[in-house]
């Protein structure tokens, strides 16, 4: 057994949150957008490189700007899980909207800003979604990433739920980055180191 992890997906309403985690666990896509009503809780078994992980998937729903996008009004749980002591973030945005975009932006201070002094950082992997509507994003794909890993220090990676094209890279990549984080270095270049194959699937 390899352990247990804790991982978020946060992000704006209607950015593919929950398409992305249906996608990875189900293999299916709802083809019309149903808001989620409230925070839901995923318990699948990953297999990754061989160990077995019990993981816990957060699909937060997004609160309204200016509502303290990320805080604690999101997790109703939160005396058993807070976004102190999530292991891995998953923060979404529409590559078609810019104010999903300065969402996540305001997520990533957020989780800056509520981590204990003295704990590791919790690595945080950017996902712009919905690359299938590629000709209607509204900035360059190279300008963006150097924005987030260098700027941000944080992990970048772009993909369709529609299509199902780099779901899976994404949970793989992350939760291996979630898994050496305890090594010394920055968790931006963990994650990307960590973007080499790895055989990953569900239980």
């Given amino acids: 057994m390899g352990g247990s992890l804790r991982v978020a997906v946060l992000g704006a309403p ?5 398409a992305i985690i249906r996608q990875f666990l189900f293999g299916d896509y709802p083809e019309r957008h149903r808001p989620t009503d409230g925070p839901r809780l995923y318990r699948p078994a990953v297999l990754l490189d061989g160990a077995v992980y019990d993981l816990s998937i957060r699909d937060g729903d997004g609160a309204p700007p200016g509502q303290n996008p990320g805080g604690p009004e999101e997790w109703p749980d939160s005396k058993d899980w807070s976004l102190q002591d999530t292991d891995a973030f998953v923060l979404v945005y529409d590559i078609c909207s810019p104010d999903s975009f300065d969402y996540v932006k305001a997520l990533r201070q957020r989780i800056s800003e509520t981590r204990p002094a003295g704990a590791p950082e919790a690595p945080i992997l950017v996902v ?8 209607l994003r509204f ?7 150097a924005l987030v890993r260098r700027g941000w220090r944080c992990g970048y990676l772009e993909c369709s739920a ?10 793989r990549e992350l939760l291996r980055c979630a898994l050496v984080r305890a090594r010394p270095a ?9 973007l080499h194959p790895a055989r990953c699937s569900l239980m």
């Avoid at 712009?128 to 000709?135: A, V």
């Avoid at 900035?139 to 990433?145: C, H, S, V």
């Avoid at 529609?162 to 949970?171: E, I, Q, S």
Wanted: net charge positive.
């Fill in 14 to 18: 209607g950015v593919g949150k929950t």
């Fill in 162 to 171: 529609k299509y199902n094209w780099h779901v899976l890279r994404l949970f």
């Fill in 139 to 145: 900035g360059p794909r190279r300008a963006l990433a």
């Fill in 128 to 135: 712009g979604n919905k690359r299938d509507r590629q000709r």
């Fill in 186 to 194: 920055h968790p931006a270049l963990r994650l990307q180191g960590a």
